[in-house]
Nanobody, 124 residues
Framework: QVQLVESGGGLVQAGGSLRLSCAASGRTFSWYAMGWFRQVRGKEREFVAAISWSGGSTSYADSVKGRFTISRDNPENTLYLQMHSLKPEDTAVYYC?????????????????WGQGTQVTVSS
């Protein structure tokens, strides 16, 4: 069992930056590939970024490529999402998720554990 707690969300103006964190506890963090997803009310949850258990491989949705960076600190059991050049369309609840595999996963249904989410609001 892995417990995930996101933090770092908030209100920011368009063009600004935020860094989200996801603190993990329970099983060994480095055994899990991790991902960030986001969801707007009334819409399906969508993939944002993923990282392998070593941190050596990453993958991004086209909509955030070049603006967002996913990273992890395994000794600190923490996942990050650095977001730059934020746009109003980035407004959503952001969730971190864990899957007990080494490689990257982009599909929502592949993930085993989810955090409770953190709200990001980008004003125009």
């Amino acid at each position: 069992q892995v417990q995930l707690v996101e933090s770092g969300g908030g209100l920011v103006q368009a063009g600004g930056s935020l860094r989200l964190s996801c603190a993990a506890s329970g099983r060994t963090f480095s055994w899990y590939a991790m991902g960030w997803f986001r969801q707007v009310r009334g819409k399906e949850r969508e993939f944002v970024a993923a990282i392998s258990w070593s941190g050596g491989s990453t993958s991004y949705a086209d909509s955030v490529k070049g603006r967002f960076t996913i990273s992890r600190d395994n000794p600190e059991n923490t996942l990050y999402l650095q977001m730059h050049s934020l746009k109003p369309e980035d407004t959503a609840v952001y969730y971190c998720a864990a899957i007990n595999t080494a490689s990257i996963a982009r599909g929502i249904r592949e993930y085993d554990y989810w955090g409770q989410g953190t709200q990001v609001t980008v004003s125009s």
